[in-house]
């Protein structure tokens, strides 16, 4: 009995040891969005504040976890009063909510760099599944180190997060993820 707990203790180690984390590079890397104002015209933006590390043991990223996290009181529109706006409770009530996270469930690869990823994004305290589109270029190596570029693009709708109200023609309802990144492992 002992000799087979000892065992499952160490096998469950090495499998947890191959596990190597990706670290964002915030030098070269944007956390963003988009979304239609007044149904003619794109308003983008950004989040200042934010944390992104990637999980795998595997080369090919098919064990992947991805993790997210970014300060709402982040939020950069180029607009010190629509930032303000988007912090207060009608959008994402940045008092109550200080922080917006997404978590990995899934990563398949759909050919040659190109993959999907699908996740739970939180918001407002209210999780959601979403699916994003990535394209994961390298590795390469950099100073000793082996460094990745990833960008992910996908949509959601706003309102199935309760941030804003319905909008009519002021703002549209899909909101636009633009993500990239190096993340360096090690």
Do not use: C
Not at 118 to 123: E, F, I, S
Request: glycine residues 10%.
């Amino acid at each position: 009995m002992k000799k087979n707990l000892l065992f499952s203790l160490l096998f469950l180690t090495a499998l947890g040891a191959g596990a190597q984390d990706w670290t964002v590079d915030k030098s070269h890397a944007k956390l963003g969005f988009s979304i239609t104002h007044l149904m003619i015209s794109d308003v983008e933006g950004s989040f200042r504040t934010y944390e992104a590390k990637i999980t795998s043991s595997k080369d090919d990223y098919s064990d992947a976890v991805f993790e997210i996290s970014a300060d709402i009181a982040g939020i950069d529109t180029d607009s010190e009063g629509r930032d303000k706006d988007l912090q207060s409770e009608k959008y994402f009530d940045a008092a109550k909510f200080p922080k917006l996270t997404f978590k990995s469930t899934s990563f398949t690869k759909v050919e040659g760099n190109k993959y999907k990823l699908v996740g739970d994004l939180t918001m407002k305290g209210i999780t959601k599944p979403v699916e994003l589109q990535v394209i994961i270029n390298g590795p390469i190596d950099r100073r000793g180190k082996k460094v990745i570029g990833l960008k992910a693009t996908g949509t959601f709708k706003r309102t199935d997060f309760n941030v804003g109200g319905p909008g009519g023609n002021m703002i549209s309802e899909e909101v636009n993820l633009i993500a990239n990144g190096e993340f360096v492992k090690g």
